[in-house]
Each structure stands twice: as C-alpha cells, then as structure tokens.
C-alpha cells in the first residue's frame, strides 16, 4: 500500500535544530525525498536518500533513514527563520515510471 | 538555465466549465508529471507523460486528460470542473534516461478556483 504520514507541525527557536519525522509503508521504495513549500509557490526539492542508505548529510540537512522501522527524518541545524515553510517527505514508486507519494507535510515555524 | 514553468498561475472558473493548464520541463527532462495539491493536504498524482503518452495514472477520474508535444511542454484538461476541483496544480519534469533516480522537479503550480 501507498501512505505516507507526518507529524502536522513543529515550532523551534531560532538557532535550535529541527527534526521533521515521516513513516513510510512500502518497502520497495527505491528512493525518499524530501521537499520544501513556502506560501503560495511549488516545492522545493531539498535532498534525497537512496533506500540502500541510512544517513545523508548535505550542509545543514541530515536525512536519517530506518528502513527496518521504514521511518525517514530531516534534520536542519541551526535553524533559521527562512526555513519557515511545509516540509514534505515523499516516497517514490518506481514501477518502470516513477511517481511520487507525498505525506501530508510538516509546517515548521522558526521564532526569533 | 530555465526550471520548470506553469501558466497561468491563477484561474477562475464556474461548475461545469472546462480548464486547461499549462506546463514547459526544465531544459534537458524528457518526462512531464502532473499532481493535485488541495488546501492543507500533500500533492497527489494525476499522471505522467512520457514520449508524448501517458504512462501512468493515479486515482482520478476521466475528466482528468493530458497531452505531452513533441517539445515536451505538457498540457492538463479537466471537463466538467467540479467545487472540488479546486487545488493547486503542479507539474513536475524529469529525466527518464537517468533511471530509478529520477528527481522530479517542480514548477509553481496553477492555483484553480471553481466556483
């Protein structure tokens, strides 16, 4: 089956990290994303992760991966208020054509 | 290098009307796939364009079709607009040849309105 869930919100101070959580169901997913939505505009990609992997780090992102317990998180250090915005994490299908299964996403606000 | 466009980005319509929606692929994708993002909910899929065939489809009915040009610009056609038509329309380009890591990228979406 196709679902994936997110924990509906998040707040953090500004300079704290910020861990964003999903779970995922199917386990032939091949790879995991995760992307950014700021009001009104599209998304962001942000990073991804193979599903052979458990850990990715790409600046101030960590993306950890658990394929046992099939739980992705996000990690940003030292959040910023620019990184205000919905975070979605999305699983992709790839029977031959890849689609994507998005969560519900996570709304992350940074106070100052 | 131009990423992925949508037109317009703003649409109006009543019940009953038909709409069509717009999307050019970043340079160099081959592949053009359309979702469905309601208010306060994750994008859903509604099908892909591949060669200029659709490839793939997601639970929608029918009155969801699509087009993909030789240029690979893709178009989006809903009949019929129901209130619950209205979303935010996504397209996303991507390149096939790349293989299972194939990054869709997403352009800024078409928010309709059904009134």
């Known amino acids: 089956g196709e679902d994936v869930e997110q924990s509906l919100f998040l707040s953090v101070r500004e300079g704290d990290s910020s861990v964003i959580n999903c779970t995922y169901t199917d386990s032939s997913s091949t790879y995991l994303y995760w992307y950014k939505q700021e009001p009104g505009a599209g998304l962001q990609l942000l990073t991804y992760?193979?599903?052979?992997?458990d850990m990715k780090q790409d600046q101030r992102l960590t993306v950890l991966l658990n394929k046992k317990d099939k739980h992705l998180s996000l990690r940003i250090a030292d959040t910023q208020t620019g990184d205000s915005a919905i975070y979605f994490c999305?699983?992709?299908?790839?029977?031959?054509?890849?689609?994507?299964?998005f969560g519900t996403g996570t709304r992350l606000l940074v106070s100052p | 290098d131009a990423g992925v466009t949508q037109s317009p980005t703003h649409l109006i319509k009543t019940r009953g009307q038909q709409v069509t929606l717009r999307c050019s692929p970043k340079s160099g994708h081959d592949t053009v796939s359309w979702y469905q993002q309601a208010l306060g909910q994750g994008p859903q899929f509604i099908f892909q364009y591949y060669e200029e065939e659709e490839r793939q489809r997601g639970n929608f009915p029918d009155r969801f079709s699509g087009h993909q040009f030789p240029n690979y610009s893709s178009e989006l056609n809903v009949n019929a607009l129901l209130l619950g038509d209205s979303a935010l329309y996504l397209c996303?380009?991507?390149?096939?040849?790349?293989?299972?890591?194939?990054?869709?990228?997403f352009g800024p979406g078409t928010r309709l309105l059904v009134l």
């Open positions: 999305a699983e992709s299908m790839n029977t031959g054509f890849q689609k994507l299964v």
């Open positions: 992760i193979f599903s052979n992997m």
């Open positions: 996303a380009s991507s390149w096939k040849k790349s293989g299972a890591q194939e990054t869709q990228y």
